[in-house]
């Protein structure tokens, strides 16, 4: 691969990573043609990037990014591939189903939020990471629910106060 070559993909890697603020490592190496194909498609149908790339390029954008993926470089080597996403738990959730009928692909580490997670066992831990939409509806429902309670108080404390006042006026 010629030298113009090689600049031009690790632009393209750096600006995919730029763009996408969650990165996994994985490999899928081993995989058939067709079973690579249901990975894409699966990703493609998820909004997740998935791009088989080489170390060393992948190394070289991640050096020119913004953030710092210094922690991710023991991980690269052997046969490598990412997955860009903007939620973090996407690909994890994705991958877990995935392995429901396939050994792969492992997860070498993951970047999310700038935290970076070493090593296929942190899965259970990716998958669990909530999103920031999901984030956003837990604490609208904090909000709301002292609002609820006072709101069926008064509405029942209401009701108990207009059957009194009801009993009271037919006694007399």
């Known amino acids: 691969m010629k030298q113009e070559q090689k600049s031009q993909i690790i632009e393209e890697i750096a600006q995919d990573l730029a763009n996408y603020s969650h990165v996994y490592v994985?490999?899928?190496?081993?995989?058939?043609?067709s079973t690579v194909n249901q990975l894409r498609r699966l990703c493609f149908n998820r909004d997740v990037k998935l791009k088989v790339v080489k170390n060393t390029l992948?190394?070289?954008?991640m050096d020119q990014a913004e953030a710092d993926y210094s922690e991710l470089y023991p991980v690269l080597n052997g046969a490598t591939s990412i997955m860009l996403?903007?939620?973090?738990?996407v690909p994890a959730r994705l991958i877990k189903e995935?392995?429901?009928k396939n050994d792969k692909p492992l997860?070498?580490?993951?970047?999310?939020e700038e935290t970076t997670y070493i090593g296929d066992d942190q899965?259970?831990?990716?998958?669990?990471?909530k999103s920031r939409e999901e984030l956003i509806g837990d604490i609208i429902g904090l909000l709301q629910s002292p609002?609820?309670?006072?709101v069926s108080a008064l509405q029942s404390s209401g009701n108990?106060?207009?059957?009194?006042?009801?009993?009271?006026?037919?006694?007399q």
């Open 26 to 33: 994985t490999d899928i190496s081993g995989f058939t043609v």
């Open 58 to 61: 992948l190394k070289r954008a």
């Open 85 to 89: 996403c903007n939620t973090g738990n």
């Open 98 to 100: 995935f392995r429901a």
């Open 107 to 112: 997860i070498k580490a993951a970047f999310i």
């Open 123 to 129: 899965l259970e831990a990716l998958c669990n990471i």
């Open 147 to 150: 609002a609820r309670n006072v």
């Open 160 to 171: 108990k106060l207009s059957g009194i006042v009801k009993t009271l006026s037919e006694r």
